[in-house]
């Protein structure tokens, strides 16, 4: 099983700053098959980037993605009020499909 | 536009069989790009994967739960179902259903709104 470890635990950032998140896996991720979610409270996950760095339809350029085999990072360029959020890594490199345990973007 | 709308019972009692079933809207079950999944979320914690199923009734489970879960797809209603069998208090979650591509791309790209299921007598 692929272990994901995301840090930190919680980010306490102010609007218009940048957020860096990481993504560690415990082994090499096949083909850079990973992907980011973000899930607000009461919300179901929100598909943001998939092959490590390919934002998904709809998602603004502030949110990019990169990293290969074991580290991978999300980055949001400028918060907005809306990035508020859980943000998941997910990886589907492997037959198991595994998930980090998530960072908390809050505002400071 | 693609819609997943999940039904199911919000209680469910220890050593009983929990039952979902998520309704497609605008997309087929059918479509041969796609597999079919569930992942659940315990109260305040992250998210785990169920097990996926393709329209060919083809399908894939987490090895963790693989001795409880059955899924299956009615291609004739365009949904497709979780049983989750023995059920305990660890198995107290939001269940979402989720669609992911086929193929290497699996990454889950439209989801069901969740449904709180808790185990409780």
């Known amino acids: 099983e692929v272990v994901l470890t995301q840090s930190p635990g919680t980010l306490s950032l102010s609007p218009g700053e940048g957020a860096t998140l990481s993504c560690r896996a415990s082994q090499s991720v096949t083909s850079n098959f990973l992907a980011w979610y973000q899930q607000k409270p009461g919300q179901a996950p929100r598909l943001l980037i998939h092959?490590?760095?390919r934002r998904a339809t709809g998602i603004p350029d502030r949110f990019s993605g990169s990293g290969s085999e074991t580290d991978f990072t999300l980055t949001i360029s400028r918060l907005e009020p809306e990035d508020f959020a859980v943000y998941y890594c997910q990886q589907y490199g492997s037959s198991l499909w595994t998930f980090g345990q998530g960072t908390k973007v809050d505002i400071k | 536009q693609l819609q997943l709308q999940q039904s199911g019972p919000g209680l469910v009692k220890p050593w009983e069989t929990l039952p979902l079933t998520c309704t497609v809207s605008g997309g087929s079950v059918t479509n041969a790009n796609y597999y079919w999944g569930w992942v659940r979320q315990p109260p305040g914690k992250g998210l785990e994967w169920i097990g996926s199923l393709y329209y060919s009734a083809s399908t894939y489970y987490n090895p963790s739960l693989k001795s409880r879960v059955t899924m299956s797809i009615d291609t004739s209603k365009n949904q497709f179902s979780l049983k989750l069998s023995s059920v305990t208090a660890a198995d107290t979650a939001v269940y979402y259903c989720?669609?992911?591509?086929?193929?290497?791309?699996?990454?889950?790209?439209?989801w069901g709104q969740g449904i709180l299921v808790t185990v409780s007598s």
């Open positions: 092959g490590a760095s």
């Open positions: 989720a669609r992911h591509g086929s193929g290497w791309l699996h990454y889950f790209d439209s």
